[in-house]
């Protein structure tokens, strides 16, 4: 049974930082290409960054980029995201997302075939 467990979440002031982390389970991880999404009310989810399988290449949505790193560790099956210089804007659910078996990144949501539960961010003003 594959499992990804978002984590880091919380409540930040506007310009601070925070880091998301994924715990993925039940698969070769490295396998995967692995994705953060968001979604805030009202709005569709929309792709953040994405991160090839070796982490070798990484894809940016021109909201975050230069914000936001994404970075994963094929060792601990884990997949992280640090959020810099957070806006209001930013909040929102995050959602972590595994393309299975994917050779290069897609940043199609209906590409990905595993999916979180979510963790909230909220950023005050």
């Known amino acids: 049974q594959v499992q990804l467990v978002e984590s880091g979440g919380g409540l930040v002031q506007a310009g601070g930082s925070l880091r998301l982390s994924c715990a993925a389970s039940g698969r070769t991880f490295s396998n995967d290409v692995m994705g953060w999404f968001r979604q805030a009310p009202g709005n569709e989810r929309d792709i953040l960054a994405a991160?090839?399988?070796?982490?070798?290449?990484?894809y940016y949505a021109v909201s975050v980029k230069g914000r936001f790193t994404i970075s994963r560790d094929n060792v601990k099956n884990m997949v992280y995201l640090q959020m810099n210089s957070l806006k209001p804007e930013d909040t929102a659910s995050y959602y972590c997302a595994a393309d299975r078996d994917a050779l290069g990144i897609r940043t199609t949501q209906a590409r990905y075939d595993y999916w979180g539960q979510g963790t909230q961010v909220t950023v005050s003003s």
């Open positions: 991160i090839s399988r070796s982490g070798g290449s990484t």
